[in-house]
C-alpha cells in the first residue's frame, strides 16, 4: 500500500504550485471545506500559485468571479489558466476573419471573440454565410440544442475543410456525487469519428496548458520545472499531463480518483504521483505549525 | 482501372441473392429507378432473394409496407432481415423479466417487446424503478430528447450492470444528396466510450446479420454459400461482412461509394468486392434477355 | 457479492457444453486438476460438448492428440471447433487459387492448404511470385523472423490488395504463472493499424465462432440456443460472445479471471455471465451424486 | 485545386524556420537535390532555422555530424531539436536515480545517460535487477531481437508500475521508394494496448516538441510565433503540430504527401496548411533574386 503523504510538507518544498480546480478546490457542492486555509497559507509563505483547469465555459475573469462568490478572493483572473486561453490564443495566431461557428453558451463565445473574428452559434450558420466560416470550436455542452446542432455540425465539417477546436479534453464531469454529464470533449470526438478528420483539442494532458502557465511565470522571473508541483484529482489529465511535463505531481483522493481503489487505479493505468494526499487542504494544527 | 460488370450476368449465377436496403433498393427520393424490373426479374427466375439491413427502427411488417408505398409490392416481411430482428432474439433469450429501457420511437420499441418483456423509454426510468431495469437499448436516433435522455443513459449504466444493445451499427446516414444524421450508432458509441463498458452491437458487418438470413433458407432446404451473392453500397458493412461470411459480394456504385472514389476506396481499406456494378437495376434490353 | 455456483447443477439443466479450452480445460502446466471428472459425467449423462477455441495454430486432429497425451482421451477431433477452421472455410469459400501466404509455423499452415491453394512462408514472397499472392494470413506468433517478416507482412500489403485474414484474435495468451506472450493477434493489429485496411478476424467473442459449433450440431438434430451453455474464463471474448450469441454463459475462476477482482472486471467491463464457478470441474462427492 | 506557393517568397517573410528533416531535407537517398542552396540563403539572409525532427536514434552530434557527412556543414547540434532530447529532459527531471531499461541500439541509449541514471538494454534485465528498474524507453526499432525483448518488454511493464517513454512517435519510416519499415512507435502501440498503461510520448505533433525550439530562440531574444514558420512533409505530424501550437505552415510535396493526392488528402484529414510549395529547394534563378 502505497503511503499517503502530508500535503502541507510537500508544498513546502516548492516555490510554485499548479492546482487542478474541480476536485482539488471545489466540487458541485461548492468550495472544497478547508481549502481557503491552503491558500491562506500560501499567501503568508509568498508561494506562487495557478489553477490550470480545463474549462471553457467562461472568461478568466468570469472564473475568477466564481471563486469570490464562493468566498475565495484570492483567486485572481492572473492566476487562472483555462483551455480557453489556449483557444483563443490559436484563433489569435491562426484564424484571419471571417465567421468562427461554436457550440456553447453565448457567454463562452463572447471571450473568445477578438479585433477580426466573428463569433456565431451554429445554428445561424446558414447557406448565405456557411462559406465565410474559417473555424468550428466546441466550448460547453450547454447552450444549445443537441439534436439540430451536432447534426449541423458534422454536415459543416463536410461542406469545409476548416479546423475544428475542442476547447476541453474531458468527456464527462460530475454534476452530483452520483451522477456526471456528457462533456463537450465527448461531444466532439463522437463528431471526430463521423467525419474522419483530425481535431485540435486544448487541455490536460497536452503539455500546452502547462507550457502556458509555465510562461506567465517565466515573464516575470526565471524559473525551473523543479520549483514547480501539479495537484489535481485526475490520474491521466492532471497526474500525466505533469508528469509528461516533467512536473513533480500530487493526486489528491478529494475527487475523481477515490481512497478504495487508487491503489488499483495506479497500478492499472501506469501512471504514478509522486505524492499522494487525502485533499490539498493544508493543516495548520498547533502541532504542525 | 477494374472493370464493371453487368448485374444480370452476375445474379444469372446465384440462387440467392441478399440486398443492402439503402443505397441499392432505395435512396432518400425513394426507389432506385428501374429496381422494380430486377425483382420481377428475380421472380420470374424463381431466385430467393432477401433484405439483409441495419435498421432497428421499425418491424420487418412495417419495413414491407414502406416498399408497398412506393410501388415494390414483392417485398414481403420475411424477405426482410433486419438488425432489429437479432436485437429481438436477444432480448427474447438472454433477459428474463424486468424493463427493457430504451432510446428510440415508441415504434421502434413497440416490436421489441415480448411476453414477459416490459419496454420503457429511458425518459421514464426514476428512482422508483431503475433497479428493475435489466437492459438499455439503442433503436432509433429519434423519438427522445438528445441532451436529457443521452445523459440519462450515461447515468443507467453507471448504476446498473446490465446488457447495453446497439440494434443499428451505422454511425452516420444520408438524408439529402448533400447531408447526412447521426445515427444511433454514433451515439452509443460515444456512452459507450464514456462508461467504459463493452456494448453489444447486432449489424453488417457482423456475421450474425448474414447468419441469420441463411437460415431462414435452411429452414426450408439446404443451401451452400456458394450459391448466395451479397449485394450493397458499403465496402466495410455489406462487402466486409458478406466476405467475411463466405459469400460473394457485388459492390453497386448507386449509393455510399462514388463511381469516381471506387478504385481508391478499395485499395486504401482493403476491402475487395467479387463484382462492380453500376447499379442493381437488370437491364433487360431486348438484346441481352 | 456475487454468489458462486455450483458447476455440476449447472450443467445438469443443459444439452450441449461448450467449453474454452486454456484456463478452463487445460493450462500452461497441463490438465486443469480434476477436469477428467467433469468429461466422464458428461459421457455418462450423454451431454454433448464441444471446445471452442481460438487456436490456428494446429488442425483439429492435433489439437485433440495433445488432449490425448495429457490423458483425456475423451476428446475427438470432431469435438473441436477452432478459429483455424474458420480461416480454412475462408480460404475454401473465398480465395481461388494462387499463393496464400502466412505467418506462423509450417505446421499451422499445413492444416490451411487445400485443393488449388499454395501456402507459402512470407520469408519466401518475392518479385517473382508477389503477383500471385491471393491472401495473407496471421496464423500463430512462432516459426517466423519477427524482425524479417513483420516488415515484409507491411509491405506485402502495400503492394498487393489482397485480403489479410487473422486466425487468432488473442492478443497475448499465459506461458507461465506470471508470464504472457505477445499473441499472433496483438502482431496482426499492429499491421492493420500501420497499414491503414480492415483485417477479417477470426476467433471469439465473433459469432462466427459460435455458429460453427451450433451448426456442427444441427448436421444431426435440431437444438435451440436455449439447450446449450458456454463455459469459459475470459469476460471478453467467451462470455462477451457466448452472451451475444444468445447462450447462457458460466465464468470459471480458474484462468484469466482471479477470484479477487471478478466482482470489479464485471463492473467495469459491463460483460456479465449467467452464472459464476470456481472452476469446470464436476465434484462427485457422495452427497450431490 | 490548391495553388502551388513559392518557398523562397514564403519564407522572407519569417524570421525562423522550423524544418522537418526526412522528406524535407533528405530522402533514403541522400539529401534532397538543392536544398542546399536554401539553407546558403537563410544564412546570407541571417534567418534563424532549426531541425525539429522525430528522432531519438542518435544524439544531435551524431545527427549533425550524418548531415556533415552529406556535405550540409551549416546545420550544428545546437540547431537540432529532437524527440531523443525531451524524452533525455524528461528522465533528468523525474527518474532519480535506478535503471533505465530500452528497446534501441546502445547508441541511442548513450546519449539519453545522465549522472545517477544507468541504462540498460531490455535483454539484460532479469530477476536480480527487475527492482531497480525505474523506466522502460522506447528509443529505435533497431538493436535489439524483437521477438524476445518485445515479449520481455510486456512483462516488464506487468511487474512493474513504471513510466513507459516513446521517444519517437510515428509508426513507420520509408526505406526505399516503394517500402517501409515499422518504426519503434508501432511497436511501443502495440505493447500499450496488451499492457493496458498509459505510455508517455514524445515527438510531433506533439506541442512540447515546438516548444522546445521556440524556447531555444527565446533563450536568446525575444520571439513571436507570428515569426516562425514550420516547414513539413507530414500533414499528421508537421502540420498539425505547427498549426496547433500557433505557427504557419508550409507543405512540401517532396515526401510523404504526393503531388496527385495532396488535394484528397487535405480534404480528408481537415489538417491546412498556411502554404503548399513542390519542395523546400530555394530557387535562385537570376529572376527571382
Given at each position: ?10 508544498i513546502d518544498q516548492y516555490n510554485v504550485i ?20 491552503t491558500f491562506a497559507y500560501l499567501e503568508q509563505q509568498n508561494k506562487e500559485y495557478y ?176 520549483e514547480i508541483v ?52 493544508v ?7
Amino acid at each position: 500500500m502505497r503511503r499517503i503523504d502530508n500535503f502541507k510538507s510537500i508544498i513546502d518544498q516548492y516555490n510554485v504550485i499548479f492546482f487542478d480546480a474541480f476536485g482539488v478546490i471545489k466540487n458541485y457542492q461548492g468550495l472544497v471545506p478547508g481549502i481557503e486555509k491552503t491558500f491562506a497559507y500560501l499567501e503568508q509563505q509568498n508561494k506562487e500559485y495557478y489553477i490550470v483547469t480545463n474549462d471553457a465555459s467562461r472568461s478568466p475573469a468570469q472564473l475568477a468571479s466564481s471563486y469570490h462568490k464562493l468566498g475565495l478572493n484570492v483567486i485572481t483572473p492572473d492566476r487562472i489558466v483555462s483551455s480557453g486561453m489556449l483557444t483563443k490564443e490559436y484563433l489569435d495566431l491562426k484564424v484571419q476573419g471571417g465567421i468562427v461557428a461554436y457550440l456553447g453558451t453565448e457567454n463562452s463565445a463572447h471571450y473568445i471573440e477578438s479585433s477580426g473574428l466573428h463569433t456565431m452559434p451554429i445554428s445561424e450558420v446558414n447557406e448565405s454565410n456557411i462559406d465565410k466560416v474559417n473555424a468550428l470550436i466546441f466550448l460547453d455542452d450547454e447552450g444549445f440544442n443537441w439534436f439540430e446542432d451536432l447534426n449541423k455540425a458534422v454536415n459543416l465539417l463536410r461542406k469545409r475543410t476548416i479546423p475544428a477546436i475542442v476547447a476541453n479534453t474531458d468527456h464527462a464531469y460530475p454534476v452530483t456525487v452520483n451522477s456526471v454529464s456528457i462533456a463537450i470533449g465527448g461531444l466532439a470526438t463522437m463528431i471526430e469519428k463521423i467525419v474522419g478528420k483530425e481535431f485540435i483539442r486544448f487541455g490536460k494532458p497536452d503539455s500546452q496548458m502547462f507550457m502556458f502557465a509555465y510562461d506567465l511565470i517565466r515573464d516575470h522571473r526565471p524559473v525551473s520545472k523543479k520549483e514547480i508541483v501539479m495537484v489535481g484529482d485526475t490520474l491521466h489529465t492532471d497526474i500525466l499531463g505533469g508528469n509528461k511535463f516533467g512536473l513533480d505531481t500530487v493526486l489528491v483522493l478529494s475527487g475523481n480518483t477515490q481512497p478504495t481503489d487508487v491503489e488499483t487505479r495506479i497500478t492499472v493505468t501506469g501512471i504514478v504521483p509522486t505524492y499522494i494526499c487525502d485533499s490539498a487542504v493544508v493543516d495548520l494544527g498547533g502541532f504542525n505549525f
